[in-house]
């Protein structure tokens, strides 16, 4: 048997293809025998660089200078552009006191993005791709089933009607494959986008990999990373199977009464990947809430927790203490606010680093290491709420109380910079109340920016462009007041919407899903004037009670 045809075979020559390779020319990138050498570098020795074989690829292939095609570019101009130029441009009158970067420098820094991204698209994003497809498929395999079952209950409710209504039946049963079949289209449709953008992902991954393995410097440094587009997970679409609600027999009116399809309700969920924020599993609502831990903070008018574990609990109330607690109840640290004056809002960034707003001088301070910086200061208007999110922007809630009318509005600031305002809906309607009270603000895990209108009696949710999606006005049964005041506003790793109700009639917190619609009350563990709520890396609910200046610890996932 031909040794060359074995998976045993040595290297071979890449010109005679038939000597044992014993070279490797680093700038062609073929394998060389000795007798070889002389013919592959007879048409010039200086456009070569021949390495022993296990040095193979070792060499970095510089770009020639478009100014001295004799030399090598090996600096690149920060001043110019970033032009890659060689030492004798680097010394000229054009490049005068510029500064340099050597090219290596570059070269290696986009060998480490690379290599960065490489990763982040095996371990991070393909995964996720993987799992949306995954998800959508197995939709897609239990769709005839839950179909199915609804076609069972159509049948049976119909057996209890005459024969004359089978018409009847059959026309509700068209509708329901009319859905869904439209059910089909839509997974049908998300899934080829998504195996499509997974396609992408492989395409990038190999040329990625070329690139690992590529000495080419200009095709390296030229290489621009497209992780934050990758990055961008697609919408997740929620398509909600529809259900039949059967009607009591009656003879009239066969169609109407015979029962009703709910519409194929199709909504999409915004996904950011972060390698920082962990995915989050389904957890269902406990069947009762249960109060773990009562904290006292010692002081009135307690309005504001913040929590991300059970070492670290900060509180604000009606003085110029910032308060930190454990879940013992041990004061672990006191920050007094620069002024001396109560802090109408506490915030905490990705470092733990405590911001606060302050009316009387119109700024947003942070406090880091003991010391107060001052983030933004506002004119003519004044801050009232704050929040961090999740790209470590602050959004400010702030009114403008002129001799006309109050307004308010919701300002994004990325630093110093304002970059986003909200403020009006499509028909340029006030998005929130002119009333100078609270308007809490918390992030969802979607993007949404949700605020707790207390002069509204709302809660009032736009998206990430600011557009508006939903307000909440109350959920009220005939027992409960018709009268709706969200004092505090936190979200938990469900997309849920957690909003507290202190009202002289009942004292609870509503738990709305992600589209605005209702989904529990927690009325028990005896609350007594709840505020300020947030929910910790664990989604437990920390609620404030303002009047007894207590933090309640409650547990109302599974």
């Known amino acids: 048997m031909d040794p060359r045809s074995t998976a045993q075979d040595v290297h071979r020559c890449g010109l005679c293809e038939t000597a044992i390779l014993h070279s490797y020319c680093d700038f062609c990138h073929v394998n060389l025998c000795k007798p070889c050498i002389g013919e592959h570098i007879s048409d010039g020795y200086d456009k070569h660089k021949i ?19 004799q030399k090598n570019s090996e600096f690149q101009c920060k001043d110019c552009n970033n032009i890659i130029v060689c030492s004798s441009c680097a010394v000229s009158k054009q490049h005068k006191g ?3 970067v050597e090219i290596t420098e570059v070269y290696k820094t986009k060998k480490e993005v690379i290599e960065k991204d490489t990763k982040e698209l095996e371990n991070n994003i393909s995964p996720t791709y993987e799992e949306i497809a995954l998800e959508v498929e197995n ?27 089978d018409i009847v039946i059959n026309k509700v049963k068209t509708e329901i494959s009319e859905i869904k079949v439209k059910h089909r289209e839509h997974l049908q449709k998300h899934l080829k986008e998504v195996k499509q953008i997974q396609s992408f992902i492989k395409q990038t991954l190999l040329a990625l990999k070329e690139l690992e393995q590529s000495t080419d410097v200009s095709s390296t440094i030229e290489y621009s990373s497209t992780i934050k587009e990758f990055s961008k997970i697609p919408p997740k679409v929620m398509v909600t199977m529809a259900t039949f609600i059967p009607k009591p027999i009656e003879p009239r009116k066969l169609y109407s009464l015979f029962g009703q399809l709910t519409s194929l309700f199709t909504a ?39 929590c991300l574990n059970e070492e670290r609990i900060w509180v604000r109330g009606l003085t110029g203490d910032i308060k930190c607690f454990n879940i013992g109840g041990l004061l672990i640290q006191t920050i007094k606010t620069k002024s001396g004056d109560k802090p109408f809002d506490i915030a905490l960034d990705s470092d733990e680093n405590i911001l606060y707003n302050d009316r009387k001088t119109r700024t947003v301070n942070k406090i880091k290491n003991g010391l107060t910086e001052e983030l933004i200061r506002l004119q003519e208007w004044s801050p009232v709420n704050l929040c961090v999110t999740s790209t470590e922007d602050v959004l400010v809630s702030m009114y403008n109380d002129s001799k006309t009318r109050c307004q308010t509005k919701v300002v994004r600031f990325s630093g110093y910079t304002e970059k986003q305002t909200i403020q009006f809906d499509s028909e340029y309607k006030p998005l929130y ?52 005041r969200p004092s505090g506003i936190t979200t938990d790793s469900q997309n849920r919407i957690l909003t507290s109700d202190s009202t002289s009639v009942k004292h609870c917190i509503h738990i709305l899903d992600q589209n605005g619609q209702f989904v529990r009350y927690i009325d028990t563990c005896n609350l007594r004037y709840p505020g300020g709520v947030c929910v910790d890396n664990n989604d437990n609910l920390f609620v404030c009670e303002e009047a007894k200046g207590n933090i309640k610890k409650i547990r109302y996932l599974k």
């Not at 159509?154 to 005459?162: F, N, P, Q, T, Y």
């Not at 809490?440 to 508006?468: L, M, T, W």
């Open 51 to 69: 390495v022993p074989f296990q040095e193979r690829r070792s060499t970095l292939i510089f770009p020639k200078c478009e100014m001295h095609p």
């Open 98 to 100: 510029h500064d340099f």
């Open 139 to 165: 939709q897609l395999a239990n769709l005839d089933g839950g179909y199915d079952k609804i076609r069972t209950t159509i049948s049976k409710h119909g057996e209890e009607w005459h024969k004359e209504i």
């Open 268 to 306: 999409t969920e915004e996904t950011a990947l972060s390698q920082s924020q962990p995915k989050s599993s389904v957890r269902e609502l406990c069947d009762e809430p249960e109060l773990v831990a009562t904290i006292n903070a010692g002081y009135y008018g307690l309005h504001k927790v913040i």
């Open 433 to 484: 109340s002119g009333a100078i009270t609270t308007k809490y603000i918390s992030e969802n895990r979607n993007h949404d920016i949700c605020v707790a209108d207390h002069g509204a009696g709302a809660v009032v949710v736009v998206n990430q462009d600011g557009k508006f999606r939903w307000r909440y006005s109350g959920h009220f049964s005939i027992t409960r007041s018709k009268t709706f």
